[in-house]
């Protein structure tokens, strides 16, 4: 499978979610495996512009970057090809939504696209030290509601230290 047929499946399922709004898009694709280095289990990753927030409603785009780049791990090639097509439904989803937020697993639960590969069913914690600080991950749950209570006994754990947590699957 080359790059030109990569992105015409991904369009192919990217319209499935957002319809024609896609076809204003300037997608590209690279196989390589330089995908993002804090997230090495990846076999795909959505690039765009870090000033562009995506936003979307539902299944409506309301404003996205109209250029994307999709890379593709070699790894993510010798998928089965519904393994593969779930990869590629689920970075399309990420062109309306740039994290997997409440909305994102809404939709991807809605449209039947997995929400992880290769770490089903583990939540994680993740705390921020401090304003503009990154986020890093410092428990696992095994699902969304352990994963509220672990962030909730934290938060009161550090509430005079403004720590601020989320989950993220």
Not at 27 to 39: A, E, L, Q
């Amino acid at each position: 499978m080359n790059e030109q047929d990569i992105l015409e499946q991904f369009v192919r399922e990217a319209r499935k979610i957002w319809g024609n709004a896609v076809d204003n898009l300037n997608i590209k694709v690279r196989i390589g495996d330089n995908i993002n280095p804090n997230k090495n289990y990846a076999n795909a990753s959505l690039e765009h512009p870090s000033n562009i927030t995506h936003q979307a409603i539902g299944s409506s785009l309301m404003r996205t970057s109209k250029n994307l780049t999709l890379q593709i791990h070699p790894r993510a090639l010798n998928l089965p090809s519904d393994k593969f097509r779930g990869v590629l439904r689920h970075e399309a989803l990420h062109i309306g939504y740039n994290r997997h937020d409440k909305d994102f697993r809404a939709l991807a639960e809605k449209l039947g696209i997995p929400v992880s590969f290769g770490h089903e069913g583990v939540v994680k914690i993740q705390e921020q030290q401090g304003k503009g600080k990154r986020y890093i991950t410092v428990a696992t749950a095994k699902d969304e509601k352990e994963g509220e209570r672990i962030a909730l006994d934290l938060f009161r754990k550090n509430r005079t230290k403004g720590y601020r947590y989320r989950l993220e699957w």
